[in-house]
């Protein structure tokens, strides 16, 4: 357990990508909900949005094996090491630096996802073919608005920081 908390403390990809894991994956576990239906409006709907969720589902993929990779690559070398962590190279703090831009893409996903969410929430609502589904993809989109302004603070605090 000492070695998978030494490895998390030097795991940056981790910390930058555990919001997007969660905030895109259960988007595409609504836009799949809204899909699953009889209703033609609620199915075509549902497909637009599960266009959408698709690049994020991408960079879940993408960063989950960026994290698995480091994760191995770090447990490695301190099992080769003897317990140092000191000696982790260049080549690894500029592998765990570049995850810094994920935080660009959900700050270009995040409010494409979030207007589509909400839009498509009002549209549901609209045509009477399911509050509960308009009301939590309404929900959604001011979430994700509100989610892009935090990532965007984020970001350029980390870019403003010398």
């Not at 988007?27 to 994020?56: C, E, K, M, Q, Y």
């Not at 770090?74 to 592998?95: K, Y």
């Not at 009301?135 to 994700?144: F, M, S």
Request: hydrophobic fraction near 55%.
């Amino acid at each position: 357990m000492e070695i998978i908390r030494t490895i998390m403390e030097f795991d940056i990809i981790f910390d930058n990508s555990w919001i997007p894991w969660i905030v895109f994956t259960f988007f595409f576990i609504v836009a799949l909900i809204t899909r699953r239906t009889d209703n033609r409006i609620r199915r075509r709907t549902g497909n637009i949005l599960l266009g959408v969720s698709i690049p994020g589902m991408l960079i879940v993929l993408v960063s989950l094996l960026m994290f698995i990779f480091n994760f191995f690559w770090i447990l490695g070398h301190i099992n080769f090491d003897t317990g140092s962590t000191g000696g982790l190279g260049n080549w690894h703090e500029d592998f765990e630096n570049f995850s810094i831009y994920f935080f660009l893409i959900p700050i270009l996903l995040f409010p494409i996802q979030g207007i589509t969410s909400f839009i498509s929430g009002i549209h549901i609502l609209r045509r009477g073919t399911g509050k509960v589904i308009a009301v939590v993809l309404i929900i959604i989109g001011i979430a994700l608005t509100a989610l892009t302004i935090y990532f965007l603070r984020a970001f350029l605090y980390f870019a403003a920081d010398p």
